[in-house]
């Protein structure tokens, strides 16, 4: 967001907002000059739509805010003061070129991975799979407890009940927030719903007839559509590794497969498919 202080909003747009974000306050006066270009710097290096820095400029010509310039102890214009929480936590003060802007923002700026991690926050509701595959590219290139809280997320909104457990598995005490709560409270549900009589009829079935291919067949089917992926891949590899032709074994996995997209497990079952029958 890109907003001019006033007195009227700036309780809310600075004081308040500054709680939740980081708020870069620009301070410039139409009587320097070199204010002109380093806004316009500014805000092509922020942005309007970041969700993470706000840019908040201050026309210190009005006589209503120059009390905060003075307070911040400023001594030359252009200036730059990141506010976190309410406080100054970084100033740069005079004419800049990019470079030290960039400096300058760098530690309050969203890097690729958090971009990524915003971009799959907001398609989440509306397309799950696609999220998914910003989320493993953000996971690529950083590795945080917030990312894979949102990958167990998205794992779990397409049915991916195995990897949703695994992904919660890595959360640690101090990251167990209420998103953590919410996505484990939803798994425990889809457990129940997944671990049905029917289910726990043919396990016992199988469990008596270990070589039934049909039985593994139509119980892979099952776990499948409970969200029991790997489960159910390796109950048909398994079939496959015996008969390479016996029922829709092989269709049901390419299926499944398909179905799965990029997701690490399908990958390592593609190549055990392929050794298979090449």
């Keep these: 967001m890109i907003v001019d202080i006033t007195v009227e909003n700036f309780q809310q ?5 500054s709680m939740s974000k980081t ?11 070199e204010c002109k270009p380093m806004s316009a710097l500014a805000e092509q290096l ?19 805010l120059q009390s ?31 470079a030290a802007l960039k400096t300058f923002l760098k530690p309050y700026l969203p890097n690729e991975a958090e971009l990524l991690l915003d971009q799959a926050k907001q398609m989440l ?3 799950p799979k696609a999220a998914y595959g910003l989320l493993q590219q ?37 990251d167990q927030d209420s998103q953590y709560q919410h996505v484990l409270a939803r798994l425990e549900l889809a ?51 015996k008969d390479l032709s016996f029922g829709e074994a092989r269709k049901h996995l390419l299926d499944m497969l398909t179905s799965m997209g990029a997701d690490p497990v399908a990958s390592r079952y593609r190549r055990k498919l392929y050794s298979m029958l090449y």
């Excluded at 747009?13 to 907002?17: D, F, Y």
């Excluded at 905060?68 to 004419?95: C, H, I, N, T």
């Design 68 to 98: 905060l310039a003075m307070q911040l102890g400023l001594q030359a214009l252009p200036a730059l003061v990141a506010f976190k929480e309410g406080q100054p936590v970084d100033m740069l003060e005079g004419p800049q070129d990019e």
């Design 125 to 127: 509701g509306m397309d």
């Design 138 to 174: 953000a996971r690529a290139l950083e590795d945080t407890p917030a990312i894979r809280l949102t990958l167990a997320e998205t794992a779990l909104a397409l049915n991916k009940l195995e990897e949703t457990q695994q992904l919660l598995d890595t959360i640690g005490m101090a």
């Design 23 to 33: 708020v870069v306050i620009f301070f410039h006066a139409d009587q320097v000059p």
């Design 13 to 17: 747009s600075l004081i308040q907002a």
């Design 191 to 241: 457990k129940e719903a997944a671990d049905s009589p029917e289910l726990r009829e043919l396990e016992q079935k199988l469990a008596a007839s270990p070589d039934d291919l049909e039985l593994k067949e139509e119980l892979a089917v099952q776990y499948f559509q409970a969200g029991r992926q790997e489960e159910a891949l390796q109950l048909l590899t398994e079939i496959l590794q």
């Design 46 to 64: 922020i942005g309007a739509d970041n969700g993470q820095v706000d840019l908040a400029r201050v026309d210190v010509a009005d006589p209503q």
